[in-house]
């Protein structure tokens, strides 16, 4: 069983700035992959970034140039940098491990807002 407890999430300006955190309890070093979905109201949920357990890492054409995966394995966390946020971002945004079976966090809200 892995837990995925995600933080970073809050209320920003269009243009600013986000830096959201996934801490696992297993070692993700050994995950096949993890990523970051989003889900706004009304709408399915996307995968926005991914990064694989080879190192290769994959975006949304949405935020392309804009986010940015990462991962810390000594730490057990995954990192998405968002910058120059816009309206459009807003959603509930989930940590997504695939570690033979699929686990998700519970979700952090992002609001960009003026």
């Known amino acids: 069983q892995v837990q995925l407890v995600e933080s970073g999430g809050g209320l920003v300006q269009p243009g600013g700035s986000l830096r959201l955190s996934c801490a696992a309890s297993?070692?993700?070093?050994?995950?096949?992959?993890m990523g970051w979905y989003r889900q706004a109201p009304g709408q399915q949920r996307e995968l926005v970034a991914a990064i694989h357990g080879g190192g290769s890492i994959s975006y949304a054409d949405s935020v392309k140039g804009r986010f940015a995966i990462s991962r810390d394995n000594a730490k057990n966390t995954v990192y998405l940098q968002m910058n120059s946020l816009k309206p459009e971002d807003t959603a509930v945004y989930y940590c997504?491990?695939?570690?033979?079976?699929?686990?998700w966090g519970q979700g952090t809200q992002v609001t960009v807002s003026s």
């Open positions: 297993g070692s993700i070093f050994s995950f096949n992959a």
């Open positions: 997504n491990a695939d570690a033979g079976a699929l686990y």
